[in-house]
């Protein structure tokens, strides 16, 4: 962001006050973000991406928690990855699902398969009480390049991996699947996916969003191999 004709150099950033962290217990944290009231777009929203920001509705974000840097913005270099055992396994085992691609639009199919979804893996934690407007603020922006990806079995609705696309990759922004379908790994597939569209698109980059080792529901990303972490201001590979 200190290019002389960067556009998100023009951009004020705002930190939130001390609130308690969503992800490690007992911990508080701030979040810095990018002003709501300056227009956002694509190419801006790019740019930020690569300095470790993620995008939540409309709004683009990042943590910045004094003493402590335990959220990693990772990203997965496309043409270095190969795939373990186990995540080849997983996309065996889905070739029988077929993939639609849409625009990010609210559908009423989708919104009832994310309540399960929500109800299923975070119960009690906010998410499962989503309403229509909730689900829209979150996922849905006027600006971002958003796609709706759609895996079906026989018509049946089984995942959707919700993707921006950026200048230099795919940000994988969230994936919510159907709970009695655990099995079937739809949230890896839903990744391996996404590195495989962007070999296609020849884009080097597939963003996964925060790391942290931790949390149990944030550490699953260190399966996937190489990876970088956006760390101390540069991008570095992890062990």
Request: contains cysteine; glycine residues 6%; proline residues 6%.
């Amino acid at each position: 962001m200190t290019a002389a004709h960067s556009p998100a150099k023009r951009l004020a950033f705002y930190a939130t006050p001390v609130h308690e962290c969503s992800y490690l217990p007992e911990r508080h944290a701030v979040t810095l973000f990018a002003d709501p009231h300056t227009p956002m777009n694509n190419a801006v929203y790019s740019e930020l991406a690569r300095f470790g920001f993620r995008r939540s509705g409309a709004y683009v974000y990042r943590p910045r928690c004094e003493g402590c840097e335990d959220c990693i913005a990772v990203r997965i270099p496309v043409g270095e990855f190969r795939p373990d055992r186990s995540q080849r396994r997983t996309w065996e085992r889905n070739r029988d699902l077929q993939l639609t691609v849409r625009g990010a639009v609210f559908d009423e199919e989708h919104f009832e398969l994310y309540k399960r979804y929500t109800r299923g893996r975070h119960p009690g934690g906010g998410m499962d009480s989503d309403s229509p407007t909730q689900y829209r603020q979150f996922l849905l922006s006027t600006w971002s390049d958003t796609r709706f990806v759609e895996f079906r079995k026989d018509g049946r609705l089984l995942a959707v991996a919700v993707v921006d696309c950026l200048d230099d990759g795919l940000s994988a922004m969230y994936t919510f699947y159907d709970p009695d379908e655990t099995r079937r790994g739809l949230g890896v597939l839903a990744v391996l996916w996404q590195i495989a569209e962007a070999r296609r698109l020849e884009l080097p980059w597939v963003y996964l969003g925060y790391l942290i080792e931790a949390c149990p529901k944030m550490s699953y990303k260190l399966r996937y191999h190489p990876l970088e972490g956006f760390v101390q201001g540069s991008w570095r590979r992890l062990p």
